[in-house]
């Protein structure tokens, strides 16, 4: 694993927007009628853009979110993630986001205390073989994003009600259409992992578990009667998917993390297989 690899991994995730984001957008332009049409239009447009010339889908890069599978060498992977980071900064370009939560001082590279955020899952994998999905997660949406705690004797109800109160008070600000990551049980850090985790997963892939799929069905729907619409202006699509992760919790508790991301969902999987390195869309 090499700084260029991983760079080059970020260009692609930030100038080239998945398949199934862009088709559901694309979908989403046909439905809608006035101005939310055109916005949708715009979007389209804007995607086509932005991978035709090589530059980032949105002016906020966000903040990158790594998700590492492999069995061993976390130190060598966190330091070829750190390069790497470093020099897209400057050969993609990123805009420097990262800052100091006291002075707002900015590091100038996307690092700095914390930085890179780097989630280790182990795994049965060949020696040195690794398997990354990387997000770039914008602060507009990650702002409206919410984290509470429910009594346990509030159940499926507790939690539809927690997410569409956080929806409908998001409102236009993460530039909708979202998507909707949703994390219950664990505790409340595992419930925030979880949700964030749950964007990895394509649209068009339901939960096994039969209650979290019913769940995203019925989240989804809901979502969609509130008529936020694209970035607002109403309509038939406020949320082009809802995703559900879950985890046993303790018996007095139910932690619930609601991510929302705006409708550029900017996520990547990159690949080192006996040696050979490949980007998965």
Same mark, same amino acid.
């Given at each position: 694993?090499? !700084?260029?690899?991983?760079?080059?991994?970020?260009?692609?995730?930030?100038?080239?927007?998945?398949?199934? +984001?862009?088709? !559901?957008?694309?979908?989403?332009?046909?439905?809608?009628? #006035?101005?939310?049409?055109?916005?949708?239009?715009?979007?389209?447009?804007?995607?086509?853009?932005?991978?035709?010339?090589?530059?980032?889908?949105?002016?906020?890069?966000?903040?990158?979110?790594?998700?590492?599978?492999?069995?061993?060498?976390?130190?060598?992977?966190? &330091?070829?993630?750190?390069? #790497?980071?470093?020099?897209?900064?400057?050969?993609?370009?990123?805009?420097?986001?990262?800052?100091?939560?006291?002075?707002?001082?900015?590091?100038?590279?996307?690092?700095?205390?914390?930085?890179?955020? +780097?989630?280790?899952?182990?795994?049965?994998?060949?020696?040195?073989?690794?398997?990354?999905?990387?997000?770039?997660?914008?602060?507009?949406?990650?702002?409206?994003?919410?984290? $509470?705690?429910?009594?346990?004797?509030?159940?499926?109800?507790?939690? &539809?009600?927690?997410?569409?109160?956080?929806?409908?008070?998001?409102?236009?600000?993460?530039?909708?259409?979202?998507?909707?990551?949703?994390?219950?049980?664990?505790?409340?850090?595992?419930?925030?992992?979880?949700?964030?985790?749950?964007?990895?997963?394509?649209?068009?892939?339901? !939960?096994?578990?039969? $209650?979290?799929?019913?769940?995203?069905?019925?989240?989804?729907?809901?979502?969609?009667?509130?008529?936020?619409?694209?970035?607002?202006?109403?309509?038939?699509?406020?949320?082009?998917?809802?995703?559900?992760?879950?985890?046993?919790?303790?018996?007095?508790?139910?932690?619930? !993390?609601?991510?929302?991301?705006?409708?550029?969902?900017?996520?990547?999987?990159?690949?080192?297989?006996?040696?050979?390195?490949?980007?998965?869309?």
């Amino acid at each position: 694993m090499e !700084a260029r690899e991983i760079a080059e991994a970020l260009r692609v995730l930030e100038t080239d927007l998945p398949s199934d +984001i862009e088709e !559901a957008l694309q979908k989403c332009a046909l439905v809608e009628d #006035g101005n939310s049409r055109e916005v949708m239009k715009a979007i389209v447009e804007n995607i086509t853009y932005a991978r035709k010339m090589k530059v980032p889908i949105c002016q906020d890069t966000g903040t990158l979110v790594f998700f590492v599978t492999c069995n061993n060498d976390l130190v060598r992977i966190s &330091k070829s993630i750190e390069e #790497g980071i470093a020099l897209a900064t400057e050969a993609v370009p990123l805009r420097a986001n990262t800052v100091n939560p006291f002075t707002r001082e900015n590091s100038g590279d996307n690092l700095g205390k914390g930085n890179p955020i +780097i989630h280790f899952e182990g795994a049965e994998l060949e020696p040195r073989d690794v398997d990354m999905a990387i997000m770039a997660k914008g602060a507009g949406s990650e702002n409206v994003s919410r984290i $509470f705690s429910l009594d346990p004797d509030q159940r499926i109800k507790g939690i &539809k009600d927690g997410v569409l109160d956080a929806i409908e008070k998001a409102g236009a600000k993460p530039c909708p259409p979202i998507i909707v990551g949703v994390g219950i049980g664990g505790t409340l850090e595992w419930s925030a992992h979880l949700a964030k985790k749950a964007l990895l997963r394509p649209l068009g892939d339901r !939960a096994e578990d039969l $209650f979290a799929a019913k769940l995203e069905r019925e989240l989804l729907e809901e979502i969609n009667k509130l008529g936020i619409g694209p970035m607002g202006f109403g309509g038939k699509t406020t949320a082009l998917g809802v995703k559900v992760e879950w985890a046993y919790c303790h018996t007095a508790s139910l932690p619930v !993390a609601v991510n929302i991301q705006c409708w550029a969902l900017r996520r990547v999987r990159a690949q080192w297989h006996k040696g050979k390195f490949s980007i998965l869309r």
